[in-house]
């Protein structure tokens, strides 16, 4: 990144934080280098060997496709896809300057086929909502795929970052950690990342925008038109609050669990704000709102506006989420088929999504 090295410093280079390296006028980041906390951990969970043939996916600077060629050689043979060709020929530059064997390879790594055999390791560095069929396809038996995934259908912040392993016709997780990546975007959509339906409120006053709240989620689109408007009225009347003891906030699964809850008549909203981020359910008519929010200082609170529909179903997950023993990420597995819809067993959760099912599930914490 020697742009970001002459502006800023070699050292901010180099600190803990992803920088943003792509960013098309008033729109949203199209590529960034990862934070460097999160490129180890998952580097990590990858397992890598010398020998190791690895399919990486969003070449971005090229930056981690040089550690995976490092930790692969010698013998080993990285391909990095990136759908920006114009990145992809910078990244390519910059690898052979470094003396980094590595192919790059311009496309859409969802659909793509790269290289002859199959890949011992595939990493992905941008966040997808399913496992494409491709990637499981071009993966060798019992290979690891590590990437992020975003769990929570309604919005882009619940994301978990899963080390898979191929088993039979399907992937089981071998480790999830807390981690959040851009989307991987398809070649047809002109590289921009799609919002999601949001009903927001704000306000800018001497230049500062202040975001009271921010409700993102695809059950949004479906309610009518005056639904959405009552809801937005709602955004603006003060809520009932309480506190919601967890253990540990900082690693508290609370909000990932109540990205997978049954909304029974209601829509599931995300949320993020000045009051901080969060997830909800708001009832279809608009006329109730209850979010579970942690705020800057990591504390969750209940926040409930209008009728207490909303506020009883979130109720009844964070009931759940206590009575299954609060789990930790360490008792989270998430297995993916791809054949057939696996049967679902008391306590997980199937999310059917596109080409695969994932099964969602937890060990109980509350025995130990
Ligand atoms: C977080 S950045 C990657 C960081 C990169 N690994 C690095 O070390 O700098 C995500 C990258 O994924 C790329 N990307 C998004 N969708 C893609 C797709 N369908 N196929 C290939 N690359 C994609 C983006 O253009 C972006 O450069």
């Not at 990437?147 to 399907?170: D, E, M, N, S």
């Not at 809850?261 to 599931?268: D, E």
Request: glycine share 12%; hydrophobic share 40%.
């Amino acid at each position: 990144m020697p742009e970001i090295a002459v502006r800023d410093g070699l050292a901010s280079v180099y600190a803990n934080q992803a920088l943003v390296t792509r960013a098309p006028q008033g729109g949203r980041p199209t590529s960034s280098s990862s934070q460097p906390g999160i490129m180890a951990e998952m580097l990590e969970r990858l397992e890598l060997r010398p020998g190791h043939r690895v399919l990486e996916i969003g070449a971005g600077t090229g930056y981690n496709a040089a550690l995976v060629s490092t930790l692969v050689m010698p013998g080993g043979r990285v391909t990095s896809v990136e759908l920006q060709w114009d990145l992809a020929e910078k990244a390519s530059r910059a690898l052979s300057a470094g003396g980094f064997a590595v192919d790059v390879v311009v496309g859409d790594a969802q659909h793509g086929r790269y290289g002859g055999d199959q890949f011992d390791r595939i990493i992905a560095t941008a966040s997808v909502d399913h496992i494409p069929r491709a990637w499981f396809e071009q993966l060798r038996p019992e290979g690891l795929i590590v990437t992020p995934i975003r769990i929570a259908a309604p919005g882009p912040w619940q994301q978990l970052v899963v080390a898979f392993q191929k088993a039979g016709q399907g992937l089981r997780s071998v480790g999830v950690v807390w981690g959040g990546f851009m989307y991987l975007r398809s070649a047809g959509d002109g590289g921009a990342e799609v919002q999601p339906p949001t009903v927001s409120v704000s306000e800018v006053i001497d230049g500062r925008h202040h975001m009271f709240a921010n409700l993102v989620g695809h059950g949004l689109a479906r309610m009518r038109p005056a639904a959405r408007r009552r809801l937005t009225e709602l955004l603006l009347t003060r809520p009932r609050t309480r506190p919601i003891p967890t253990s540990g906030p900082a690693n508290s699964t609370l909000l990932p669990f109540l990205a997978l809850a049954n909304q029974g008549a209601g829509v599931l909203v995300a949320h993020a704000g000045d009051a901080g981020r969060g997830m909800g359910i708001a009832t279809r008519d608009g006329r109730g709102l209850s979010l579970v929010l942690a705020g800057k200082d990591r504390r969750c609170r209940m926040l409930s506006f209008g009728e207490e529909e909303a506020s009883a179903l979130l109720n009844d997950e964070i009931t759940r989420w206590r009575a299954e023993g609060r789990p930790s990420l360490a008792d989270w597995s998430i297995d993916v088929s791809f054949d057939r819809r696996p049967p679902s067993r008391q306590g997980e959760r199937v999310l059917e999504r596109g080409q695969c099912w994932m099964t969602v599930a937890w060990s109980d914490t509350a025995s130990k």
